[in-house]
């Protein structure tokens, strides 16, 4: 039975997605008007239906999106090819796209302008990746045979920019290995720091808990990296949007660790503390702290600023 649960700290929201779903919360108090965000806002089933049952509706289809609609672009980033259907059709924009993965698009135009080749280190069908490799050619690596397969010249001025939620461990080794077959590389770093934080949490808990959960969504990248994080340094672990999902044996395991992705609010992290003081009462929660986030967040956009 369950003796000690160790709860990390970092765990949850990152700033770049605390200032997405202000954004949305703001543009429904403040405009009398349809509310439509591009792609689901933040990666988390509970937060998205929670604001659909506030009228939000979440859509790709700019045909769709009324003339009269405020269209929020998602934390994900957006592609530009699709913004400017949207811009072309006079409808509002408000950008809720994270400002670390902004500073990938910005990048990509930079390195394009100045005649770098881009190799693009992330997932193919993640909406953060699609919007950055619309922004400029460039060449996706998802796996050690894409490096392997890669065409380039060496008098080539060539950089790597990367998704910025993927496992910090798996993209270091990509990266490594691309520096080995490409030592003129250049490397401006684009993982982002929730996402790194959150991963060094899951390598301590790692080192006492016998099992960690992990609550967040199926399509969260930063999410299943942490449980992937966790398998790959001997601790099983598993992902759950919520605590009802987290089945009762689970907490025969005297050690469990507890953490939640960067699109993940505490009300649905504490749940899984009740359950588990529900099976032993006498329940230890230990708060394990590895970097302090307190202080860090991202302006709103002008025109929600009152």
């Known amino acids: 039975m369950i ?11 990152c700033a770049g997605v605390e200032r997405a779903i202000a954004i949305v919360d703001l543009a429904l108090k403040k405009y009398d008007r349809p509310v439509w965000v591009n792609h689901e806002i933040v990666h988390n089933r509970s937060v998205v239906e929670s604001f659909r049952s506030r009228g939000v509706i979440f859509s790709d289809d700019v045909e769709a999106i009324p003339e009269d609609a405020v269209f929020i672009l998602s934390a994900h ?3 530009p090819g699709f913004r400017k259907k949207v811009e072309a059709r006079g409808i509002q924009i408000i950008d809720a796209t994270c400002p670390l993965v902004t500073k990938v698009h910005w990048e990509a135009q930079k390195f394009h302008t100045d005649g770098y080749k881009i190799f693009y280190i992330g997932q193919a069908e993640h909406q953060e990746s ?9 060449t996706l690596i998802e796996n050690e045979a894409d490096i ?14 990367s998704q910025t939620t993927l496992s910090v461990d798996d993209t270091k080794r990509l990266s490594d290995l691309l520096k080995y ?13 929730a996402t790194q934080n959150r991963q060094d949490a899951v390598k301590v808990l790692s080192q006492t808990c016998d099992y960690i959960i992990v609550i967040g969504s199926e399509n969260s990248s930063n999410s299943n990296k942490m449980v992937v994080t966790a398998n790959k340094n001997g ?16 907490f025969d395991h005297k050690s469990v660790g507890l953490t939640s992705g960067a699109s993940v609010p505490d009300s649905l992290v504490m749940p899984v503390i009740e359950k588990a003081k529900a099976i032993n009462p006498n329940l230890k929660v230990e708060i394990v702290l590895t970097k302090d986030e307190s202080g860090l967040s991202f302006p709103l956009p002008l025109e929600l600023r009152t």
């Open 3 to 13: 003796e000690t649960l160790y709860l990390a700290q970092p765990r949850g929201f």
């Open 77 to 79: 980033g957006t592609a």
């Open 130 to 138: 699609i919007g950055v490799m619309d922004v400029a050619p460039m």
């Open 148 to 161: 392997l397969d890669l065409d380039f010249d060496e008098t080539e001025k060539i950089v790597v920019l």
């Open 181 to 193: 077959k490409i030592p003129h590389l250049r490397e401006p770093g684009d993982l982002c720091y």
């Open 235 to 250: 601790v099983d672990s598993q992902l759950f949007d919520t605590a009802e999902e987290i089945p009762n044996n689970i």
